[in-house]
């Protein structure tokens, strides 16, 4: 074909839409609900482009109403793992080999589908499957998954345009090859947009993929796959498998063509999927890529000046959107005890109009946890703090699974800064706050820093400049992504890039250069135009007499 430098389209963030009453979006959404509640799906794996199924089929149930059956998914094993990695080996070459703008055209293609004909679909798959209100899903699945797409070819671009300088008769370039091998993609339940890029942002650069999604988003994921295949990614690049961490881990870790893992989960599931890789490194033929975004314990940190309705909003949205299951999510909220009465008195306002239940009711703000683990992990927390001397519940708690894994939020007061809730990622509608005096605010900042293993996202409320800069000095090595007066959550592709580091993670910063560098393996190349013919340097020549 001809041949040609080629600029992409200009790469914009996707427009949220408001699903406020009367709205197009809103009824069409309503109505794609209604659809997808009206029937039920039996959902196979995808490898090789071939639907597989399998003897045993998994329910799958709205966390928020056990009692409708949203359908079934086909549960693989070990062989189905083996298959999967054989279908990427040889879709390799050919994918590997494709020119560059056609990979960028498939997923181009791929954030188009999410923002047109698919949006409502990818949203309702969402707020079924995992519980999460309209306007969630649409920043999370629809929004932001298209954002990682379309920024996702921009990185590509921008990382083949980063060549090397070239001195007189010598021409230098890099070559950036995908990985010799396979990646491993394993994704989590709590953003529909995670759970799409992290096999994706391998795939883009040409690397070939066995993806297993959390089963709790299983739903969505088959969406996604859906798109993506619509999209034309070709068979045997991405390969989905739905089996259980284990089965995947013992079949992926042991083989040799192993290239790299893209993860997005728990903290101990990393480390031990790093423990695992390292003790089989002799097993591979490559130094695999880890690349991971694990826990939390996010914080809000709030000065003497902070602006009250600010910090207020802020923490109501920041610890209670999506019920707190965001590694983003505010944890622990550190604020000082001299504007503490007014700033309760704005949350509690809050709190008071918060309504819960399901997300087909667009007037929900707060909908079931993703499942009964989940839950059950959660009120043991709540039911210890109403006891225990050192913590008092101040609001909500109230836990009821008659018909979902409904959870109040829940707001505890630490009467000690090392209270178990100001430690513990707990991963749900409960945060706990801790009054400090305010002549302690230094003494404070030591003891937030060192309080948690986990450095992702954090926050400061202030008016006075100078303090926000000491708070951001001492807190340096507390959050990858860090926000001055808003809520720790919420990061947008090509805007903030998101990861942290300690125990969050690998910080490689999803949807940025620096995340998609890890799955190329650069190839240096120097061309001599007139190479030399002797040996000899003009130092070896004698002297003239």
Not at 112 to 128: F, Q
Not at 220 to 225: N, Q, Y
Not at 262 to 291: A, L
Not at 494 to 505: K, N
Request: aromatic share 12%; net charge negative.
């Amino acid at each position: 074909m001809p041949k040609g430098f080629f600029n992409i389209p200009e790469v914009k963030n996707e427009p949220v839409l408001s699903y406020a009453p009367g709205t197009p979006e809103r009824k069409e959404l309503q109505e794609k609900i209604k659809e997808l509640r009206a029937m039920t799906v039996s959902l196979p794996m995808i490898i090789g482009g071939r639907e597989v199924t399998t003897d045993k089929k998994i329910e799958m149930r709205p966390p928020h109403d056990l009692g409708h059956l949203l359908g079934h998914y086909y549960q693989g094993d070990a062989s189905h793992v083996s298959q999967a990695i054989d279908a990427a080996l040889e879709a390799r070459e050919k994918w590997s080999k494709m020119s560059w703008q056609h990979r960028a055209s498939i997923f181009l293609k791929a954030a188009d589908l999410l923002a047109g004909p698919y949006r409502s679909k990818i949203n309702a798959a969402t707020m079924l499957g995992q519980s999460k209100n309209a306007f969630q899903s649409e920043i999370d699945a629809a929004c932001e998954l298209a954002d990682f797409y379309r920024y996702g070819v921009k990185c590509m671009v921008d990382i083949y345009e980063m060549q090397p300088e070239s001195s007189k008769g010598i021409w230098n370039y890099a070559a950036y090859r995908p990985l010799e091998g396979f990646v491993f993609a394993l994704t989590p339940f709590n953003f529909t947009s995670i759970a799409g890029n992290l096999p994706v942002a391998p795939a883009l650069m040409g690397n070939t993929v066995v993806w297993k999604p959390s089963k709790t988003a299983v739903y969505s994921a088959a969406v996604i796959m859906e798109v993506l295949r619509e999209a034309g990614v070709p068979d045997g690049v991405i390969n989905l498998v739905h089996v259980s961490g284990p089965t995947a881990a013992d079949v992926v870790f042991n083989h040799p063509d192993f290239a790299g893992i893209h993860f997005t989960g728990s903290t101990g599931v990393f480390q031990n999927i790093w423990k695992t890789i390292g003790e089989n490194i002799h097993k591979y033929k490559t130094y695999p890529r880890i690349v991971g975004e694990t826990g939390g314990k996010d914080f809000i940190f709030a000065d003497n000046t902070a602006d009250v309705q600010a910090l207020a909003t802020a923490f109501v949205r920041g610890a209670f959107e999506y019920q707190g299951q965001k590694c983003s999510a505010a944890s622990r909220v550190y604020i000082p005890k001299s504007i503490w009465p007014k700033t309760w008195e704005a949350i509690e306002a809050q709190l008071k109009t918060v309504k819960m239940g399901g997300p087909e009711d667009f007037t929900n703000f707060v909908n079931a946890v993703i499942d009964e683990s989940s839950y059950d992990k959660l009120k043991g927390f709540i039911d210890d703090a109403r006891t225990d001397a050192d913590a008092e519940v101040i609001w909500g708690g109230k836990c009821d699974k008659t018909k979902g894994y409904f959870i109040e939020p829940t707001v505890i007061l630490a009467k000690k800064p090392d209270y178990i809730t100001m430690q513990e990622e707990l991963f749900g509608p409960v945060v706990t706050v801790y009054v400090y005096e305010d002549d302690k605010l230094d003494e404070t900042l030591t003891i937030l820093d060192n309080t948690s293993m986990y450095a992702l996202t954090g926050a400061v409320f202030s008016q006075d400049r100078y303090s926000i800069e000491k708070i951001m000095d001492r807190l340096e090595n507390a959050a990858g992504n860090f926000y001055i007066n808003d809520k720790p959550t919420g990061a947008v592709v090509g805007q903030q890039p998101f990861g942290g580091a300690r125990g969050s993670g690998t910080n490689d910063k999803a949807g940025s250069v620096f995340n998609f560098i890890r799955w190329v393996s650069i190839r240096a190349i120097k061309e001599n135009f007139v190479p030399p013919h002797n040996y000899m340097y003009p130092n070896f020549l004698p002297d003239n007499e």
